[in-house]
T-cell receptor, first 114, second 117 residues
Framework: KAGVTQTPRYLIKTRGQQVTLSCSPISGHRSVSWYQQTPGQGLQFLFE???????NKGNFPGRFSGRQFSNSRSEMNVSTLELGDSALYLC?????????????FGDGTRLSIL | AQSVTQLGSHVSVSEGALVLLRCNYSSSVPPYLFWYVQYPNQGLQLLLK??????LVKGINGFEAEFKKSETSFHLTKPSAHMSDAAEYFC???????????????FGQGTILTVHP
């Protein structure tokens, strides 16, 4: 069974640009969550999607957005990139939403802003 | 609001020694608790989870954790460390249904485990 797939693995952008990251969940998993990992702030929750609807959102500015498609694949978009957006962005999937549902993570997309 | 505190950002043990990584949580209701491991340039791998069944939870790679409500702790242990255990470990909490933290993982700051030969 394939795991969570995130593309691309690495991205280099400049300030002011926008970027789109992609996540394909484990087959059969319908819930997708996104997290940002930085050395200073650690792992922080961005948002969660289920059935193409955003169910929960973390404390990030509106420049961070996401969506989920009917096949459960998800994308997140960051507009007007800032230096502080440099991070590892992790996608996680679970069979369904729920606190007791273990989330399975992809290897992440490492975004570097120049 | 939920929070997780991992005591010790770095833990160093000898190969074959006991591994003990500490995690304390703050939650108004019994939470769901998880331990994840992250190897360099990889994502997070689930080690084990507590979801209100048995308080002693066994996970992969010989790890286990004990949920102690009175101490609000969920420490991770392994009787004998192996070189391959060197990685960063994260404790995480998720809330009960109906709360704003339901399904959202809140992580501790992580503990880097070093294993010496």
């Amino acid at each position: 069974k394939a795991g969570v797939t995130q593309t691309p693995r690495y991205l280099i952008k400049t300030r002011g640009q926008q970027v789109t990251l992609s996540c394909s969940p484990i087959s059969g998993h319908r819930s997708v969550s996104w997290y940002q990992q930085t050395p200073g702030q650690g792992l922080q929750f961005l948002f969660e999607y289920f059935s193409e609807t955003q169910r929960n959102k973390g404390n990030f500015p509106g420049r961070f957005s996401g969506r989920q498609f009917s096949n459960s694949r998800s994308e997140m978009n960051v507009s007007t990139l800032e230096l502080g957006d440099s991070a590892l962005y992790l996608c996680a999937s679970s069979f369904r939403p729920g606190g007791n549902q273990p989330q399975h993570f992809g290897d992440g997309t490492r975004l570097s802003i120049l | 609001a939920q929070s997780v505190t991992q005591l010790g950002s770095h833990v160093s043990v000898s190969e074959g020694a006991l591994v003990l990584l500490r995690c304390n949580y703050s939650s108004s209701v019994p939470p769901y608790l998880f331990w994840y491991v992250q190897y360099p340039n990889q994502g997070l791998q689930l080690l084990l989870k507590y979801t209100s069944a048995a308080t002693l939870v066994k996970g992969i790679n010989g790890f286990e954790a004990e949920f102690k409500k009175s101490e609000t702790s969920f420490h991770l242990t392994k009787p004998s460390a192996h070189m391959s255990d060197a990685a960063e470990y994260f404790c995480a909490v998720s809330g009960q249904a109906g709360g704003t933290s339901y399904g959202k993982l809140t992580f501790g700051q992580g503990t880097i485990l070093t294993v010496h030969p």
